[in-house]
């Protein structure tokens, strides 16, 4: 399944200046995702991390991550029309610098889920090259009480 940048928009809540999702590749649903981001030059951020060398900032590839794991997390059965969340980050590696004309493809796989909480393996690549890997923490936000 591919989806498109506005397709992605009616399942996770981000919005510009915090959306990094220009759309997805491959997803199957509860399994695995591969995500993709278009670094450029005229994002802020890229020139302002370390001024005149237009990298994007680690920081921003995890989030880059974890809304390509909202994506699956939420294309899955069990939680859609329901929102996810960054619950925590168990592991990351930062391995390259990310420039401004780089694609980034963000692979996420379902590794753990229990209830509304489980763990997802990521690894952002460029050219074939990885540079970071992460593990993540999800929290799906819970049931509504009947009344």
Known sequence: MQLTSQEIQALIPNRFPIFYMD????????????????????????????????VMPPALIVESLAQAASILILKSPAFAHKTAYLGGISKAEFLKDVHAADQLALKVKMRKQRDNMGVVSCKAVVNEEVVLTAELLFIVEPEAPVR
């Open 23 to 54: 759309g997805v590749k491959e997803l199957v649903a509860g399994e695995s995702i591969t995500a993709i981001k278009n670094v450029t030059a005229d994002e802020s951020f890229v020139n302002g991390f370390r001024p005149g060398e237009y």
